[in-house]
């Protein structure tokens, strides 16, 4: 996907948590966990791309959707797969070598415990996004309903996010640590929509950004809950 060459990534290739600024890699932490604090969500979006991926080479998606119901006004009319996703052949399992070639996707935007004015995105797969995890480990859609449970809201609390060691391919959990204080609280709410947050959690997948804000839902779920 594209993206804009001044974002702050976290991206969980390998999965371990590198951080990627002006579209280079400049870190790699190897810890198996990251605290941080979810400060905005994009809804889930779909991407289906024709070319087999090649981690060293840009590539842009051939078809994509902001809702997962149609594809975005802005796909042009000979690159839409389908006039809805449920009716498209890109969304059967099995169109892909691991499921369906269209792919589930969600974007966040994240702070790191400690350096709550840098703002980072957090493109989470299908496997980080859905799922009844297991003993406890929570996917973020297994989170929202802890935390909307519990009269929590996820700008509220520091969240921990780490890999799921039984799983070949890169799969997030998450987990509440604590609640924000005073201060830390006053920040996050200052950067939720800021330009810098908006970017994180948009669809860009062109050199002409078009995207929306919903911080309100995710996919059903109340993120801010």
């Not at 969600?106 to 797969?125: N, T």
Request: hydrophobic letters at 35%; proline letters at 5%; a neutral charge.
């Amino acid at each position: 996907m594209g993206v804009g060459s001044d974002l702050r990534r976290v991206s969980i290739r390998g999965s371990k948590f590198n951080e990627v600024v002006n579209g280079k890699e400049v870190s790699t932490n190897t810890d198996s966990f990251r605290d941080v604090v979810i400060i905005n969500a994009a809804p889930i979006s779909r991407t289906y791309y024709e070319d087999v991926y090649d981690p060293n080479k840009v590539a842009f998606p051939l078809c994509w959707s902001a809702d997962t119901q149609r594809p975005s006004i802005d796909v042009p009319e000979g690159q839409k797969q389908s006039a809805r996703c449920m009716d498209c052949m890109k969304n059967i399992r099995g169109s892909g070598s691991n499921g369906r070639a269209c792919r589930f996707s969600q974007r966040l935007a994240i702070v790191f415990e400690g350096q709550l004015d840098e703002v980072y995105q957090l493109q989470l797969p299908a496997t980080s996004i859905y799922g009844k995890g297991h003993s406890g480990h929570m996917t973020m859609q297994g989170y929202v309903k802890f935390l909307s449970g519990r009269s929590a809201k996820a700008t509220n609390i520091l969240t921990r996010m780490y890999f799921d060691e039984r799983s070949v391919i890169p799969k997030l959990y998450f987990k509440p640590i604590r609640s924000l204080g005073v201060s830390e609280l006053d920040t996050v709410q200052e950067i939720i929509n800021t330009p810098d947050t908006l970017k994180a959690i948009s669809l860009d997948v062109s050199p002409v950004n078009n995207f929306t804000s919903p911080f309100d839902t995710v996919d059903g779920f109340e993120l801010d809950a």
